[in-house]
């Protein structure tokens, strides 16, 4: 490749995204870059999230990179394990020297005459409270790569009286193991896929533990295995064969996606599955009416969870179908009217992941906001780029989960950049924007397919799918495969070199 201008890149995120666009910008340019990342390490979501029993719910060969094969011990991958594959991978492609820890990046501002991005970052301050404080600093980079992720943002409720609560609070993303919830009156609000990690880890401690329930959820047995020697050698040592196992995982994937028309029958054949395993794991019938919904499975998030079911039936936990609508000084009440004392309340309420790149302030062509861009809708060709923000990359952007694991999307969104960025190291562009109409037609196509194929998506449940206008503006509507079709055959045809404004 003949580099005719060295192009300097700044990626905001050293989670698994941000990982993959450097891992390919070493392969596929000659690029200058830095990882900026206010952790004080590598991992993204699974450095944050540290709660008991958290684990990831897809398969370890399906949930890495292509490009890293690694010795996964067991089926799904531990926190730890996840955070030790993020950290071998880094050291593996020499990343760390490239790497600024404990940095929060503020703002990205497009400077039109410059064709570059200025950079505003901080110091990451040990607590929220001491960030007003810190002094800002700038940086000039002529590419920029959003890999913040969908998931970063914790939600937290507005619920009356939470910040009186006299006991202990936090959510599960910024879980705090100095306490000990050994012989503690615990409350668990949520039954996600947070909460049926923590629920059995909580329920081996507390001396009770309430489980608040807004609405049920579909939840499958997940099947976890601890991979034998045998095994892991074969994985290991034998070429093609983790990827082969890979390739299965991934055509198990699709088959499983077709189970989202709410009227075919690979939905009746989950549905049933999904009741079964109630019927067989629960043994109080109150607690099974409970926890079965009443909408089509995959309207809202599918719980890959083996015992989950199980810790309901102890006799130290106590299922609450009800949605908790005030906090007192000493517990918790419902939508019925009831309160229970707690002595430490754990939010698993989830995160905003409709409120796309909440933490940074990103401006492009003519000083508008990234934000005002999305007022009515977050949207972007490919989930990758937005028309008016030159040389902008997101990964992990609207409609691009949901496709079997979001490691092999991001690998995809992380190429595609990767090639662009290689581009204009040639010379021929300096620098790139969306086509607006290309833009608007891509996200049309995507309401039509979410229409015909996911309808199960649309069934009126509560879901983190939609926006406060009711568009599904997270999830991609079809196989993990047609998404790096699109990508590679047709993602360049939204990219249009852009001529400067010339001074005066």
Same mark, same amino acid.
């Given at each position: 490749?003949?580099?005719?201008?060295?192009?300097?890149?700044?990626?905001?995120? &050293?989670?698994?995204?941000?990982?993959?666009?450097?891992?390919?910008?070493?392969?596929?340019?000659?690029?200058?870059?830095?990882?900026?990342?206010? &952790?004080?390490?590598?991992?993204? /979501?699974?450095?944050?999230?540290?709660?008991?029993?958290?684990?990831?719910?897809?398969?370890?060969?399906?949930?890495?990179?292509?490009?890293?094969?690694?010795?996964?011990? !067991?089926?799904?991958?531990?926190?730890?394990?996840?955070?030790?594959?993020?950290?071998?991978?880094?050291?593996?492609?020499?990343?760390?020297?490239?790497?600024?820890?404990?940095?929060?990046? /503020?703002?990205?501002?497009?400077?039109?005459?410059?064709?570059?991005?200025?950079?505003?970052?901080?110091?990451?301050?040990?607590?929220?409270?001491?960030?007003?404080?810190?002094?800002?600093?700038?940086?000039?980079?002529?590419?920029?790569?959003?890999?913040?992720?969908?998931?970063?943002?914790?939600?937290?409720?507005?619920?009356?009286?939470?910040?009186?609560?006299?006991?202990?609070?936090?959510?599960?993303?910024?879980?705090?193991?100095?306490?000990?919830?050994?012989?503690?009156?615990?409350?668990?609000?949520?039954?996600?896929?947070?909460?049926?990690?923590?629920?059995?880890?909580?329920?081996?401690?507390?001396? !009770?533990?309430?489980?608040?329930?807004?609405?049920?959820?579909?939840?499958?047995?997940?099947?976890?295995?601890?991979?034998?020697?045998?095994?892991?050698?074969?994985?290991?040592?034998?070429?093609?064969?983790?990827?082969?196992?890979?390739?299965?995982?991934?055509?198990?994937?699709?088959?499983?996606?077709? &189970?989202?028309?709410?009227?075919?029958?690979?939905?009746?054949?989950?549905?049933?599955?999904?009741?079964?395993?109630?019927?067989?794991?629960? /043994?109080?019938?109150?607690?099974?009416?409970?926890?079965?919904?009443?909408?089509?499975?995959?309207?809202?998030?599918?719980?890959?969870?083996?015992?989950?079911?199980?810790?309901?039936?102890?006799?130290?936990?106590?299922?609450?179908?009800?949605?908790?609508?005030?906090?007192?000084?000493?517990?918790?009440?419902?939508?019925?009217? /009831?309160?229970?004392?707690?002595?430490?309340?754990?939010?698993?309420?989830?995160?905003?992941?409709?409120?796309?790149?909440?933490?940074?302030?990103?401006?492009?062509?003519?000083?508008?906001?990234? !934000?005002?861009?999305?007022?009515?809708?977050?949207?972007?060709?490919?989930?990758?780029?937005?028309?008016?923000?030159?040389?902008?990359?997101?990964?992990?952007?609207?409609?691009?989960?949901?496709?079997?694991?979001?490691?092999?999307?991001?690998?995809?969104?992380?190429?595609?950049?990767?090639?662009?960025?290689?581009?204009?190291?040639?010379?021929?562009?300096?620098?790139?924007?969306?086509?607006?109409?290309?833009?608007?037609?891509?996200?049309?196509?995507?309401?039509?397919?979410?229409?015909?194929?996911?309808?199960?998506?649309?069934?009126?449940?509560?879901?983190?799918?939609?926006?406060?206008?009711?568009?599904?503006?997270?999830?991609?509507?079809?196989?993990?495969?047609?998404?790096?079709?699109?990508?590679?055959?047709?993602?360049?045809?939204?990219? !249009?070199?852009?001529?400067?404004?010339?001074?005066?």
């Amino acid at each position: 490749m003949v580099v005719r201008r060295k192009v300097r890149v700044a990626i905001i995120g &050293a989670g698994f995204g941000g990982i993959a666009a450097a891992v390919n910008l070493r392969k596929r340019t000659g690029a200058d870059f830095v990882i900026f990342e206010e &952790a004080a390490d590598v991992g993204g /979501t699974w450095w944050h999230n540290r709660y008991p029993g958290c684990e990831v719910d897809v398969h370890s060969h399906a949930y890495s990179f292509s490009f890293a094969k690694y010795d996964w011990p !067991r089926s799904h991958a531990s926190q730890p394990e996840l955070l030790r594959y993020a950290r071998d991978v880094v050291d593996r492609f020499g990343l760390a020297p490239h790497l600024r820890l404990n940095t929060v990046v /503020t703002g990205v501002r497009w400077l039109e005459e410059e064709a570059r991005y200025e950079l505003t970052f901080t110091s990451a301050p040990a607590d929220e409270s001491a960030r007003a404080g810190q002094a800002a600093r700038t940086e000039h980079f002529d590419v920029v790569i959003s890999a913040v992720g969908l998931l970063s943002v914790p939600q937290i409720p507005d619920w009356p009286g939470l910040a009186e609560f006299g006991g202990v609070a936090f959510h599960t993303a910024r879980w705090q193991p100095e306490h000990d919830l050994t012989g503690r009156r615990v409350a668990v609000v949520g039954t996600g896929s947070t909460a049926a990690q923590v629920v059995p880890a909580l329920a081996e401690q507390a001396a !009770r533990l309430y489980v608040f329930q807004r609405e049920p959820g579909w939840i499958e047995p997940k099947k976890v295995k601890t991979f034998s020697p045998a095994e892991r050698w074969v994985y290991r040592s034998v070429p093609g064969t983790q990827r082969a196992h890979r390739a299965w995982l991934f055509y198990k994937a699709m088959q499983r996606g077709k &189970a989202f028309d709410a009227t075919s029958r690979w939905q009746a054949q989950r549905r049933t599955s999904c009741l079964e395993f109630i019927a067989s794991a629960i /043994t109080d019938e109150s607690v099974r009416r409970h926890v079965t919904p009443d909408y089509p499975w995959g309207c809202k998030r599918v719980v890959l969870a083996s015992t989950f079911y199980e810790a309901l039936n102890r006799e130290n936990v106590e299922l609450v179908p009800h949605a908790v609508t005030a906090v007192t000084q000493t517990g918790l009440v419902d939508d019925a009217g /009831t309160e229970r004392d707690v002595d430490v309340l754990v939010l698993s309420t989830g995160f905003q992941p409709t409120n796309f790149l909440a933490t940074l302030d990103v401006r492009g062509v003519d000083g508008v906001s990234l !934000r005002d861009a999305w007022r009515t809708r977050a949207t972007a060709y490919l989930g990758i780029t937005v028309s008016g923000f030159p040389n902008f990359f997101i990964l992990y952007g609207p409609n691009t989960n949901g496709a079997g694991s979001i490691i092999a999307q991001l690998e995809r969104q992380a190429e595609f950049a990767a090639r662009a960025v290689a581009r204009l190291e040639r010379g021929r562009w300096r620098s790139v924007d969306t086509d607006s109409a290309t833009q608007r037609r891509y996200v049309a196509w995507i309401d039509r397919q979410l229409a015909a194929h996911a309808s199960a998506m649309n069934s009126g449940c509560t879901n983190y799918y939609h926006d406060a206008r009711g568009a599904n503006i997270t999830q991609w509507p079809s196989s993990h495969l047609k998404y790096l079709l699109v990508v590679r055959f047709l993602g360049r045809r939204g990219l !249009r070199p852009r001529r400067l404004a010339r001074p005066g």
